[in-house]
């Protein structure tokens, strides 16, 4: 009998360990297509036959050139990955050249974007998800004010829609060529919107989806026009007094002259209101190419070494012809140098470009110093290096391993497989903690500032606690729950990244910088964060490991796995209120207040509260093994509200981690919610099986 039932024990754990490795698999499936989604449009690179692929040299000349964003100095690298990241949604795009197909990187394309407009305007940059943002583009959408600023017809319109819907798909990539006829009305809609309703994450999809078009498209023509000052020729009318018609169409020589010009219009005619149309015409193209050059484009250091902020050029250029010309002769040679390499790039090539952008890069890390060109070149070799992919997919291949050791537990190919897979994690882990600490290196803080700060620390942090528990334990439960923490610690910052597209190194708000209260408040409630999601993660295995018949009804097994859950929100607690009383002083300090009911700080008091209730009641013999585990996985819940639910509430003093949009956590909330119905039903009737039957007892008197 009993070799009967354990023999039916064994095929029942056979079933539910395929049916566990489908059921993983088709998560991390979805998950990982979750994460590309915004990178899969189309399959068939674009056509561009006059594109001349950038040479290395030219790439390697820009890489470091520093670049002034975001608060901070950066390599010209970093500023092109987010800029892209912003305009394509990847970091890369794929076109072919006469046949052949090309692989282009974010400093390819920004490189083409300043100094080739042409060609970057053939590129397929703007991702649209939904074409319908299109199609809603019609005039009688708009404000007569708008559409008179716009200055494009109805009929324009529909006819460039029908043209977009003919030749692109429903969701694609669109070049700028391909959305000029509707770019006008595009950035009026954008702007109306805007002043409608200022804050995103009050706005509906659509609405959304057009305003970041039309930011998108608005980023592009400033990119594309920003250089214009050293690139388009000065346009030269007849009449114009030609001194030397060769340096006369470059601005550095009208920037140099331009004193002595305005003096002598001013002799000539005191009014201006009679001077002759080759001056005015001038005038209008130098101050047009000062415009474009005048918006938030920061490629100059500052020529006071007291002043931070730098300038972008077309402002420089106003001051110094409007009569302060304090650095006008460093200024005008910025200009020439950069003038140069426009030439040598359309008349020589780009070996001769690379050259003259080095030459112009040794003049700007000469003034910027040797301290900051080193953090530049740290920044350069922290993007090549890729930490977080590479541990991303490091950690795929160790998971698949477990995955297969978990099909046929107890033998010697499993072990191979937990062996390599453990040492997987151990490197991915290695390469994850490299990459925090390079970023706090660049970044002169804390590895904690942000929502995606957190996330790669919640995974770095999550697969050491579980390696040490599992060299404790030593059942390859907390192995294969740290490698599925990581990986999915990689897939969500990959894809927040991708959504955010922003470059989450640059400088905190005010209230957040203090690295001393970073380095202990917010580092040790995220880390409580982690120890709640690895508490849910061991209770999920246990609820599956139960339902599936996994776990062949070893009570050993259940019991260490009840014992490791409950030594995890023990050690969620730990963290948790040591965290939140941190955090209670820092608002103090900060805000005057200890405690305000902040959503942040109650969702920091919520996870002490549950992890609190759980404690009491498995000390109190409320709940035992089934219910320890079902709380343990619906404290998650909780974990969630509080790390990321909080931040798109629109509301209270922590709003440096807003996002737009709480899609993912609802996902995520059903998913917990799920497994805890599931551990509900399971545990009835295991109990239902368990309660003894009454015994039937024959009643005499009754017969």
């Not at 708000?509 to 970073?518: E, G, M, T």
């Not at 035992?624 to 709380?631: A, D, F, N, S, T």
């Not at 996985?633 to 909780?638: D, E, K, R």
């Amino acid at each position: 009998m009993q070799d009967s039932l354990k023999q039916n024990r064994k095929k029942l754990s056979t079933l539910g360990r395929w049916a566990a490795f489908f059921l993983v698999l088709t998560f991390i499936g979805g998950f990982g297509l979750l994460t590309l989604r915004k990178n899969i449009v189309s399959e068939t690179p674009a056509e561009i036959s006059s594109y001349k692929v950038w040479k290395e040299e030219a790439i390697s000349a820009s890489s470091n050139l520093g670049v002034q964003d975001g608060g901070r100095v950066k390599p010209f690298s970093t500023w092109a990955a987010f800029t892209m990241l912003n305009l394509h949604g990847s970091r890369s795009m794929t076109i072919t050249v006469n046949g052949e197909k090309h692989r282009l990187g974010p400093e390819e394309v920004l490189l083409d974007c300043l100094f080739r407009p042409a060609l970057a305007r053939e590129l397929p940059l703007f991702r649209i998800d939904d074409q319908t943002v299109i199609t809603s583009l019609v005039a009688g959408g708009l404000s007569a004010e708008a559409k008179q600023h716009s200055n494009v017809t109805s009929e324009q319109i529909h006819a460039a829609i029908e043209k977009l819907k003919n030749e692109k798909d429903r969701r694609d990539r669109y070049s700028f060529n391909d959305l000029q006829d509707i770019a006008p009305i595009l950035l009026a809609k954008g702007q109306e919107l805007r002043e409608k309703q200022p804050n995103k994450a009050m706005m509906t999809a659509d609405t959304r989806h057009t305003v970041d078009l039309a930011e998108n498209v608005w980023l592009f023509m400033q990119l594309m026009l920003h250089m214009d000052f050293a690139r388009a020729d000065v346009e030269i009318k007849e009449g114009t007094p030609a001194i030397d018609k060769q340096n006369m169409r470059r601005m550095s020589y009208w920037v140099r002259a331009f004193p002595m010009l305005a003096q002598a219009v001013r002799q000539m005619d005191p009014s201006g209101q009679g001077m002759p149309l080759h001056l005015r015409d001038l005038f209008g193209d130098l101050e047009t190419k000062m415009r474009r050059a005048s918006e938030n484009i920061r490629i100059v250091p500052s020529y006071d070494e007291a002043v931070e902020e730098w300038t972008p050029m077309g402002k420089r250029i106003e001051r110094v012809v409007s009569g302060d010309r304090t650095h006008a002769d460093a200024l005008i040679e910025d200009i020439k140098m950069l003038e140069d390499a426009c030439i040598a790039l359309e008349d020589h090539g780009q070996i001769k470009f690379a050259e003259a952008l080095g030459g112009w890069k040794e003049s700007l890390h000469t003034r910027l110093g040797s301290e900051r060109v080193a953090m530049l070149d740290t920044e350069v070799k922290y993007n090549k290096m890729n930490y977080f992919f590479r541990a991303l997919v490091i950690f795929i291949i160790a998971f698949v391993l477990i995955m297969f050791g978990w099909l046929a537990p107890r033998t010697f190919g499993a072990r191979i497989c937990n062996w390599i897979a453990a040492a997987l994690g151990v490197i991915a882990l290695l390469l994850m903690v490299v990459g925090i600490t390079h970023r706090c290196i660049i970044m002169d803080r804390s590895p904690v500032g942000n929502l995606y700060d957190t996330i790669i620390f919640i995974g770095s942090t999550g697969v050491f606690v579980l390696l040490l528990v599992e060299l404790m334990t030593k059942r390859a439960v907390a192995l294969g729950l740290s490698i599925f923490m990581g990986m999915a610690c990689m897939f969500l910052a990959r894809r927040y990244e991708i959504g955010d597209g922003k470059d989450h190194m640059d400088p905190l708000v005010a209230v957040l910088k203090s690295n001393f209260w970073l380095s202990t408040h917010v580092v040790t409630v995220v880390i409580g964060y982690m120890g709640g999601l690895a508490a849910a993660g061991l209770s999920a295995i246990y609820i599956f490991a139960r339902v599936l018949g996994i776990d062949e009804g070893d009570k050993n097994f259940r019991r260490a796995m009840t014992r490791i859950a409950y030594g995890m929100v023990c050690f969620t607690l730990f963290f948790s209120l040591i965290g939140t009383v941190l955090g209670g002083i820092w608002a103090n300090d900060s805000w005057g207040r200890f405690w305000g009911w902040d959503p942040k700080e109650n969702g920091a008091l919520m996870i002490v509260l549950w992890c609190l209730a759980v404690l009491h009641a498995r000390l109190a013999g409320y709940i035992r093994e089934w219910g320890i585990h079902i709380v343990g996985v619906f404290g998650a819940n909780i974990v969630a509200f509080s790390w990321w639910h909080v931040n798109s509430l629109s509301t209270g003093l922590h709003s440096y981690g807003f996002i737009d949009g709480i899609g993912f956590v609802w996902v995520f909330y059903g998913l917990m919610t799920g497994i805890c119905v599931l551990g509900l039903v399971a545990s009835f009737i295991t109990n239902r099986r368990r309660s003894p039957k009454p015994k039937l007892t024959e009643d005499k008197s009754a017969a």
